[in-house]
């Protein structure tokens, strides 16, 4: 009787919000799971929660720094590839949010760093180990491509995110055409960067992390094009963004 192959997905951010709702979804489904985040109590827990459910590898470390993403990899390799990764992690920037002539640039700076060098510096690092059907989830936003006062670091570096993405997906079609890279926006959510975000305020009318899940699941299941895409708009039948 052959063995099902496990499946192996490195999701960084996973310690809370989408990152953790996506880690229990694939958990359940038998993932073998990578996870990261950078406060290591958050992720330890997290760890513990999924180690119930499945076989669980958790790094902490800030996905900017290069020993940290080459930690990573290195889990990769020994899981024997990746099926998946899912660049998750992110950072608002400043809190309170300044408008952008208000930005200090070394802010600006750290955004970058984490929202857009940091996804194409782990791809980078893992790419001898993503499998030859592996799919690539850049997590972005709405705001990456809408002009939200108040939101010029955040949205600039999803702007960013989105078109190095964009210009990724048309890269490896060339060369390993067998892949797929998606740039998600997950919509509106009920977590810790919204509250951030929006200090005092009632956020209940937001979606729960678990919402954008199944889409997600669809588009690294499915056989869905390289592309941008809504997470909530996804369904099973779906096939463009």
């Known amino acids: 009787m052959n ?9 960084t951010g996973a310690s809370m919000g989408l990152g953790l709702a996506l880690a229990r979804e694939l958990a359940r489904q038998g993932w073998h799971l990578i996870i990261d985040a950078r406060h290591e109590d958050a992720l330890e827990a ?22 940290h993403c080459e930690a990573l990899a290195q889990a990769a390799h020994d899981a024997g590839g990746l099926d998946t990764l899912v660049n998750n992690a992110s950072t608002l920037g400043p809190l309170p949010r300044p408008n ?16 857009v060098i940091a996804p194409l510096g782990l791809i980078q690092a893992v790419r001898d180990d993503l499998k030859p059907n592996a799919r690539i989830i850049n ?11 108040g939101w010029g670091g955040y949205g600039s570096s999803k702007a960013a995110l989105e078109h190095l993405s964009a210009i990724l997906a048309q890269e490896m079609a060339k060369e390993l055409p067998s892949m797929r890279v998606y740039w998600v926006d997950p919509g509106d959510m009920q977590t810790q960067m919204q509250r951030d975000a929006f200090p005092g305020e009632d956020i209940s009318d937001r979606g729960l992390p678990e919402d954008s899940v199944p889409g997600l699941v669809e588009l690294l299941t499915g056989d869905y094009a390289s592309g941008r895409y809504s997470a909530k708009a996804i369904s099973g039948r779906a096939v463009g963004p």
């Open 3 to 11: 063995r099902e192959v496990q499946h192996t997905a490195l999701i």
């Open 46 to 67: 997290a760890r513990a929660e999924l180690a119930k459910l499945t076989t669980v590898t958790a790094i902490a470390g800030d996905v900017s720094e290069r020993p």
């Open 100 to 115: 952008l002539l208000d930005f200090p640039v070394d802010g600006l700076v750290d955004v970058f760093l984490v929202n």
């Open 139 to 149: 997590v972005t936003s709405d705001a990456g491509v809408e002009p939200y006062a």
